[in-house]
């Protein structure tokens, strides 16, 4: 595999292109699509998408029926697929065409020197300001036909899927402007037939808010019909005798926009997005009920006929055009990051509101270290215990100090305990670990630094050892505080330790989107300013357990330090588990993503002086850690209590998104990852 080629993982170039348009000129209009086919050929673009009747321009009325227009829109098509023999691109335009004793409102797709096909409109506006009727035919009736054009027979009809065979997701549908608008559009029947990359040839002229409904729409079609969607309206240059144009072009996957371009231009625009047709196939074997649609309407493959072309893509790095969220869990927009934040805190407290009201009224038992994840699922204790319309008294959190907690921490936990009004007390678990120690004939009890995960694992399992007998002896609920992303890479202590509890608030947060739900915490007014600072304050500390004292001249134990940085096994979390990907192409992404910390968005509130990157030598170390510790650890998810879905990426509960055997080998993903170059 070219591991550096966007075609090779998966994603092909498309380009929603809009151009001044000559009035009733052909030939000029041919010159200028040809100019930017040429443009898209030369940034290595795969699909390009012209507007509606772009050969002629949309709005020139009777003219359509002129012989001498048709007939030149008839040569400059011969004349458009001569000159783009040698380009890359698969060219999706718009023109008018006769057809038997009608005229048709088509979408040409043309490739090095082939006319595809030809999809005919299928549904035509007469109403408000179009009069479409007057000229053209519908085509939804138009399935199995053929048509002849410039001598040639090629396949005619709303029923035409463009299949590469050399890059087998990208599987294309054409349909043209109105067709988008109707209950159910000629796109949606394609999409459960297989189409993958759906277009849009649009002539729609712009009113206010109209661009707006474009966009809802081409979201809602991408999204619903599990594909992408390029859309590309008519711009400059149309007759503005009634109307005006925007040239609005767009293209969506699944929802997400990817791209979308200047309106009211003044010169041609192109639209370029890398779309991930992979994904999308993915996508549509993950959601079985996509298929079941397709199965309960009838409609698939046999409805649609398969036009196959090769593409021919370009080999070797052609970049990748597309934004690559570094955070896939946070958003890089503060008013979305704002609602996620706001939406995942009340999650979590309704979810724990829920659970205490379904016992009767437990108190709330939490262990307070200082750290982000309990700080966090205190301040969610606390708001539960608000809405309940009880004392936060009844939160009783406790700071329990072993070998090598620190004052910092330690002093956070008491401070923010002590804010937020919540019972609080200190148990020093050094004592009983070291009797543990010593009945377990362990070096340190006889004065030896040994240090290893028998001397951690006491120490945590006492601390939940301890939250559980408080629990039964003050009727109360033990609440988790481990966190999506220690439970992929089994980074908790099983059994009697942080990997139980009676509920796990944050089960369903990933460790990335932990620091920005606290600071939305104390940016949002839900406690007072002293509570404020300290949640500041947490936010500034190095991630640790805790669990092994400084050495001098040794740097102090760091969580990352093992099992890699959060950000990017957060990035492999989302990519490798939600969206199912190989470990190359997620290598690949986080290359993209990672390697220049200048480049590209961050979330807001992120410290300029603390953003990393990482190249793909650390991308590839750090990926075949996390997928080491996530097979070798799926024993500990297996056994995971109740806590809510927090991310449309997923949890890890075996009774939600993840399900595995704790004995399955990671032997294929492994030699998988040999496809990374090793620098």
């Known amino acids: 595999m070219d591991f550096y080629s966007a075609y090779a993982?998966?994603?092909?170039?498309?380009?929603?292109?809009?151009?001044?348009?000559?009035?009733?000129?052909?030939?000029?209009?041919?010159?200028?699509?040809?100019?930017?086919?040429?443009?898209?050929?030369?940034?290595?673009?795969?699909v390009a998408v012209f507007p509606e009747l772009a050969l002629t321009g949309y709005a020139i009325d009777d003219l359509f029926l002129q012989q001498t227009l048709l007939d030149t829109v008839e040569v400059q098509l011969e004349r458009l697929v001569a000159e783009t023999v040698d380009l890359l691109p698969v060219v999706v335009v718009g023109a008018p065409l006769r057809h038997r004793s009608r005229l048709y409102n088509c979408a040409v797709v043309i490739h090095r020197g082939e006319v595809l096909g030809v999809a005919p409109k299928s549904h035509v506006p007469t109403y408000g300001e179009f009069y479409e009727r007057r000229h053209f035919a519908p085509g939804d009736d138009q399935r199995g036909s053929w048509i002849h054009?410039?001598?040639?027979?090629?396949?005619?009809?709303?029923?035409?899927?463009?299949?590469?065979?050399?890059l087998p997701a990208l599987r294309l549908h054409v349909e043209i402007c109105e067709d988008m608008w109707v209950p159910i559009p000629p796109s949606a029947e394609a999409a459960l037939a297989g189409a993958t990359v759906l277009a849009n040839l649009s002539g729609s002229p712009i009113t206010i808010a109209r661009a707006e409904e474009r966009r809802r729409l081409v979201e809602a079609a991408s999204a619903r019909c599990c594909a992408a969607y390029v859309y590309?309206?008519?711009?400059?240059?149309?007759?503005?005798?009634?109307?005006?144009?925007?040239?609005?072009?767009?293209?969506?996957?699944?929802?997400?926009?990817?791209?979308?371009?200047?309106?009211?231009?003044?010169?041609?625009?192109?639209?370029?997005?890398?779309v991930d047709v992979d994904r999308i196939d993915h996508e549509r074997f993950r959601l079985n009920t996509f298929d079941d649609n397709r199965r309960g309407t009838g409609t698939g493959p046999d409805d649609f006929r398969t036009v196959e072309f090769t593409l021919d893509a370009p080999t070797g790095d052609v970049g990748l055009r597309r934004k690559v969220d570094r955070f896939p869990f946070v958003p890089d927009d503060?008013?979305?990051?704002?609602?996620?934040?706001?939406?995942?805190?009340?999650?979590?407290?309704?979810?724990?509101?829920?659970?205490?009201?379904?016992?009767?009224?437990?108190?709330?038992?939490?262990?307070?270290?200082?750290?982000?994840?309990?700080?966090?699922?205190?301040i969610v204790a606390a708001k539960a215990m608000d809405r309940l319309g009880r004392p936060r008294s009844d939160v009783l959190g406790y700071t329990m100090p072993g070998f090598a907690t620190g004052d910092t921490s330690k002093s956070l936990a008491t401070r923010l305990a002590t804010s937020l009004g919540v019972t609080f007390q200190e148990i020093d678990i050094r004592p009983a670990a070291t009797q543990m120690l010593?009945?377990?004939?362990?070096?340190?009890?006889e004065g030896k630094e040994v240090y290893d995960v028998t001397f951690e694992n006491v120490q945590a399992g006492l601390r939940y050892d301890y939250l559980f007998r408080l629990a039964n002896h003050n009727g109360g609920l033990v609440v988790g505080t481990g966190d999506l992303s220690e439970l992929a890479l089994g980074w908790c202590t099983y059994g009697v330790g942080d990997q139980m509890s009676h509920y796990g608030v944050n089960a369903g947060v990933p460790k990335t989107l932990v620091q920005h739900l606290i600071r939305w915490v104390a940016d949002s007014g839900e406690f007072d300013d002293e509570t404020n600072e300290v949640l500041r304050a947490v936010l500034a500390q190095e991630?640790?357990?805790?669990?092994?004292?400084?050495?001098?001249?040794?740097?102090?134990?760091?969580?990352?330090?093992?099992?890699?940085?959060?950000?990017?096994?957060?990035?492999?979390?989302?990519?490798?588990?939600?969206?199912?990907?190989?470990?190359?192409?997620?290598?690949f992404l986080?290359?993209?993503?990672?390697?220049?910390?200048?480049?590209?968005?961050?979330?807001?509130?992120?410290p300029e002086d603390e953003r990393p990157e990482y190249d793909l030598a650390q991308v590839r170390v750090w990926l075949e850690v996390f997928i080491r510790r996530f097979f070798a650890n799926q024993f500990k998810r297996s056994a995971l209590p109740n806590g809510p879905k927090v991310s449309a990426g997923g949890t890890m509960s075996p009774r939600g998104d993840w399900r595995m055997p704790s004995d399955a080998s990671p032997a294929a993903w492994l030699a998988e990852m040999e496809r990374i170059p090793a620098a």
């Open 232 to 274: 590309a309206a008519a711009g400059q240059g149309e007759s503005t005798t009634d109307l005006s144009w925007d040239g609005q072009t767009m293209i969506y996957e699944v929802g997400d926009m990817l791209a979308e371009g200047q309106r009211f231009p003044q010169h041609a625009v192109r639209t370029v997005a890398d």
């Open 438 to 445: 010593s009945d377990l004939g362990h070096p340190f009890a």
């Open 149 to 166: 054009l410039n001598g040639v027979e090629v396949p005619f009809g709303p029923d035409l899927i463009f299949a590469a065979t050399d």
């Open 9 to 46: 993982q998966g994603f092909v170039r498309t380009a929603a292109c809009t151009v001044p348009v000559s009035v009733a000129d052909p030939e000029a209009n041919t010159t200028t699509i040809i100019e930017q086919v040429r443009a898209c050929h030369d940034e290595a673009v795969g």
């Open 334 to 378: 503060p008013a979305r990051l704002a609602l996620d934040c706001f939406e995942a805190y009340n999650i979590q407290v309704n979810g724990l509101e829920k659970r205490i009201q379904s016992i009767g009224t437990p108190k709330a038992v939490i262990g307070v270290s200082g750290g982000l994840d309990s700080t966090h699922a205190l």
């Open 590 to 606: 986080a290359m993209h993503a990672w390697r220049d910390a200048t480049v590209g968005e961050w979330p807001p509130g992120f």
């Open 543 to 587: 991630i640790t357990p805790e669990l092994i004292p400084d050495v001098e001249g040794v740097k102090p134990q760091a969580t990352q330090d093992t099992v890699g940085p959060y950000n990017l096994q957060d990035f492999t979390l989302f990519h490798m588990v939600r969206r199912g990907q190989r470990p190359s192409k997620v290598a």
